[in-house]
């Protein structure tokens, strides 16, 4: 296995993906990656670090999970510090920061998930809703797996995690 595969599936939110990879088929997929790479032709001064002109100030990630050479699953990320002094040009789109699923199937359905990202930096500072929604699975996940059997257990070993409400929003017991 290379060494890709195996941080891939040591992070948490891929292992989750490799988990259902190797449920749902019935061969261990082939991975591709790809990345991309945008410098900054300019200056650029930013609140989380200066980036200086020449240097890389966006990356673009993509893996692709391949059965019989087909892409079954793909997981993508853009980081982009800002819009403005890219070459390439990159842009964020008409949709801004937010987070998409899509999934190809009868029939295709499409999501755009917006709110997760800080409005600026300092706002991030003081509290980060992408921080507080990862946490969230966490902490949801905890009755689960104090249930659990001792043992190591993946995503596929415990019931499906679901949100609670807050508790002044949770109806009167």
């Known amino acids: ?11 948490s939110r891929c292992r989750c993906g490799w988990s259902l990879i190797t449920w749902v088929f ?14 900054a032709t300019s200056d650029i001064d930013s609140d989380v670090l200066p980036i200086t002109a020449g240097t890389v100030a966006a990356r673009r990630f ?15 990320v853009n980081w982009l510090m800002g819009e403005a002094d890219l070459e390439p040009a990159w842009t964020f789109g008409e ?3 937010r ?4 999934i ?15 409005e600026s930096v300092a706002q991030g500072l003081q509290r980060n809703p992408g ?9 949801n996940a905890i009755p689960y797996v104090c249930a659990a059997e001792p043992g190591i257990k993946t995503y ?14 949770a109806a009167a017991q």
Request: charged share 25%; glycine share 6%; with cysteine.
């Open 131 to 139: 921080i507080v929604a990862t946490a969230n699975h966490c902490v």
């Open 62 to 76: 993509r893996w692709d999970a391949l059965v019989d050479g087909e892409p079954v699953i793909t997981a993508a």
């Open 1 to 11: 296995m290379d060494r890709w595969r195996r941080s891939w599936r040591r992070d």
């Open 104 to 118: 190809s199937g009868d029939p295709d359905v499409s999501l755009i998930f917006k709110g997760l990202h800080p």
């Open 99 to 102: 987070f998409e699923l899509e």
């Open 26 to 39: 019935a061969s261990t997929p082939e991975i591709r990656t790809t990345q991309e790479v945008a410098v």
């Open 156 to 169: 596929l070993d415990l019931p499906l995690l679901a949100g609670r409400p807050a508790p002044k929003l």
């Open 95 to 97: 949709h801004g920061e």
